[in-house]
């Protein structure tokens, strides 16, 4: 397998990645669908930006993202069975049961300890000593400029939290029981060692608790473009989405078996981000995971970054554990 070059590294010489919008398949079937899973995206986020920007003040809350955003989920996932991407991801019982306990996880457990010792605890003691009269400049932007910033810095860096996961060893075994996930469905996203749920959702948008409608609004970035990371629903995205924003194809190949594809597309949301750093592959890949495509199980999952950590200090036990880059397959 002689794999495709971008830049300097050759993509898929491991394992099958298609490089190149041009050589991915298109949606099929008449006028009508081939409109809907064209202008679906869009069309979504311009909605949901129309709302949030004009909604009143009784209903543009934190209850009613959380609401909009579990439909929106129902609604990709009946969207996975009339346009999958590929048959070979279709969600079976078994995955479903087990999507379902790690998205459980993130509702409880997680939520639980992030009021702890999440990024809102800490922002909160931030808050506490610092002289928000300083940024009152920021409140004066216009709305829309407001909500992009929010996303984007947030975006920025989860970009820098991602790719650490990928170069330094130890957030890297926290990160490894995500990428043994053997198809993308709109739950599995979720799916991972819990400290790496966490770390990942480490940000910067608590700070801006004193502009709720920008944070609603730069949170609709998050739930209209990044949601797509893990779903199977074949679209023709539109060519400036693409470039601006990360889609499935690109997530497909952060997926994907073979490890030089693994190390691109590290973005959330703003793909231009990757595209900054010279670490955007435009493409897909449709056989996904580690070690060939060995699935994990919760159990393996839960205990990885212990297990793996206490296995990598006993080979050198009697020296310093070295924590330089990882080598993640």
Not at 80 to 87: F, L
Not at 116 to 132: S, T
Not at 171 to 182: D, E, G, K, N, R
């Amino acid at each position: 397998m002689d794999g495709v070059r971008v830049g300097n590294r050759v993509i898929g010489a491991q394992a099958p990645v298609t490089v190149g919008w041009e050589n991915l398949p298109k949606v099929e079937g008449g006028p009508v669908k081939q409109f809907v899973f064209t202008w679906f995206q869009p069309a979504v986020l311009f909605a949901l930006i129309a709302f949030w920007y004009y909604a009143p003040n009784s209903i543009a809350k934190a209850s009613t993202a959380i609401a909009i955003g579990i439909g929106f989920k129902v609604l990709l996932l009946a969207l996975e069975w009339v346009s999958p991407r590929h048959d070979s991801w279709r969600l079976t019982w078994k995955e479903f049961a087990t999507d379902l306990f790690y998205v459980g996880l993130g509702y409880t457990l997680l939520r639980t300890v992030d009021v702890y010792i999440g990024d809102g605890a800490v922002i909160e003691a931030v808050q506490n000593a610092f002289d928000w009269e300083k940024l009152a400049w920021f409140a004066g932007l216009p709305l829309l400029l407001q909500a992009f910033l929010i996303s984007f810095i947030f975006d920025f860096g989860q970009y820098w939290m991602h790719r650490g996961m990928h170069n330094w060893y130890p957030l890297w075994l926290t990160h490894a029981p995500h990428h043994y996930i053997t198809q993308l469905n709109i739950n599995k996203g979720a799916v991972g060692n819990p400290i790496e749920l966490f770390l990942i959702g480490l940000g910067v948008g608590g700070f801006f608790d004193f502009l709720p409608r920008a944070a609603l609004l730069a949170g609709t970035f998050g739930l209209a473009v990044a949601t797509y990371q893990h779903i199977n629903v074949r679209f023709n995205t539109p060519r400036w989405w693409r470039f601006l924003f990360n889609t499935t194809e690109h997530h497909s190949v952060h997926h994907s078996q073979d490890y030089e594809a693994s190390r691109s597309n590290y973005s959330g949301t703003w793909i231009i981000i990757d595209r900054m750093f010279g670490t955007c592959v435009d493409g897909e890949a449709e056989l996904l995971g580690m070690e060939g495509g060995r699935r994990m199980s919760i159990r393996e999952a839960m205990t990885y970054p212990f297990t793996h950590g206490w296995q990598r200090i006993r080979e050198r036990y009697g020296r310093r554990p070295d924590w330089s880059a990882i080598p993640a397959e």
